[in-house]
Nanobody, 115 residues
Framework: QVQLVESGGGLVQAGGSLRLSCATS????????MAWYREAPGQSRDLVAQ???????KYADSVKGRFTISRDNAKSSVDLQMNSLKPEDTAVYYC?????????WGQGTQVTVSS
């Protein structure tokens, strides 16, 4: 059974930091591209950051220079370090594992940034 479990969300003031983690099981982690998405109320689920199997990274323009995605193949986990948080970063953050047409999602973790 495949599981992706996010943790690390919470309430933080603008300018603060949070570190999200996604622990996976049931997949060969090193075979999968990993990504973080977010979904704000009434909005679509958008890509925040992606790290490919080989380690190349991609970021949404809105988070470049503030967020860093990393993966640990030995622990089958992917993290998202979020610095200089803004109120517009408020959303539910989801972890995704993808390989070809196969996608797995976590249940999401809420991040709320107060002004």
């Amino acid at each position: 059974q495949v599981q992706l479990v996010e943790s690390g969300g919470g309430l933080v003031q603008a300018g603060g930091s949070l570190r999200l983690s996604c622990a996976t099981s049931g997949i060969i982690f090193s075979d999968y591209h990993m990504a973080w998405y977010r979904e704000a109320p009434g909005q679509s689920r958008d890509l925040v950051a992606q790290i490919e199997r080989a380690g190349s990274r991609k970021y949404a323009d809105s988070v470049k220079g503030r967020f860093t995605i990393s993966r640990d193949n030995a622990k089958s986990s992917v993290d998202l370090q979020m610095n200089s948080l803004k109120p517009e970063d408020t959303a539910v953050y989801y972890c995704r594992a993808s390989r070809g047409l196969v996608n797995y999602w976590g249940q999401g973790t809420q991040v709320t940034v107060s002004s």
